[in-house]
């Protein structure tokens, strides 16, 4: 039979009060345990400082990056640890290179193309998180949600202050381009982002058509100058080749769970 450990004394309520008041969470969770500790085996004082300071770095960015991943409107939580490198049809040494996000301290776009199910949008989500992890902020969109932010603000004439404050994000990531009809909001919007962001930050897109064919999806004059923008300093991948990874699921019967 397993004892259980006594439980560290609370804290006195004037410290109690101190750290609220100074707003040290982190501190004021961790103290009575590392106080406990720290009497039983006799640590220096400045050790129990430090442990009480790391404590609050560590609580302040977990709480920051979690608030990054909220904000960022990540839709489904796709990581590099559901990502089979392997059965992707991006070469390996080209996902490795994307991964250590160079290309984001650089302002560099990445263009993913491709038919559906090939793993573009699972991938770059990824980079996103990735990128949240790594201290930098992201913003996800579709060109639906963009064509709205335009509506809305074209009211008071703000769009540009809108537009301004969304590439104010390190990864500015559209997704899915091409799918539906492009509504002329929304090609205005896909072309104010590309533009606003031009040689600032990075835009990651995903299309299953080449950006070298928006000119089927919207005016041509707009897509040339969209085009020239986004593929300047750009990474273009491309996925054909293979199956989707949807159909691949639902044709061996991994797409649900079986029926009991």
Not at 7 to 26: C, D, T
Not at 77 to 89: I, L, N, P, Q
Request: hydrophobic share 45%.
């Amino acid at each position: 039979m397993s004892v259980r450990a006594p439980e560290p004394p609370a804290l006195a309520a004037e410290l109690e009060r101190l750290l609220r008041r100074l707003r040290l969470p982190y501190v004021r969770g961790a103290a009575p345990e590392v106080l406990a500790t720290a009497t039983a085996q006799r640590w220096e004082p400045a050790e129990v400082l430090r442990v009480l300071l790391v404590e609050e770095a560590q609580g302040r960015d977990r709480a920051t990056i979690a608030n990054r991943r909220r904000a960022s409107g990540l839709p489904s939580g796709k990581t590099f640890d559901g990502w089979d490198e392997g059965a992707s049809a991006i070469a390996a040494q080209t996902q490795r290179a994307l991964g250590t996000l160079e290309w984001v301290a650089r302002g560099e776009n990445l263009c993913v193309c491709g038919p559906s199910g090939t793993g573009k949008s699972h991938f770059v989500e990824a980079l996103g998180h990735l990128a949240i992890d790594r201290g930098k902020t992201v913003a996800w969109h579709t060109l639906e949600s963009l064509a709205g932010l335009v509506r809305r603000h074209r009211a008071d004439d703000s769009v540009t202050k809108a537009i301004g404050k969304l590439i104010r994000a390190d990864l500015l990531i559209v997704d899915d381009v091409g799918m539906l009809a492009v509504s002329a909001d929304a090609a205005e919007a896909l072309f104010r982002v590309v533009d606003a962001a031009y040689e600032r930050r990075s835009l990651a897109l995903t299309s299953n058509i080449h950006p070298s064919g928006f000119d089927e999806l919207m005016p041509k004059t707009l897509a040339a100058a969209t085009v020239d923008r986004l593929l300047h300093h750009a990474h273009v991948i491309v996925t054909d080749g293979m199956e989707s990874y949807r159909l691949a699921q639902a044709t061996a019967g991994q797409g649900v769970a079986p029926l009991a």
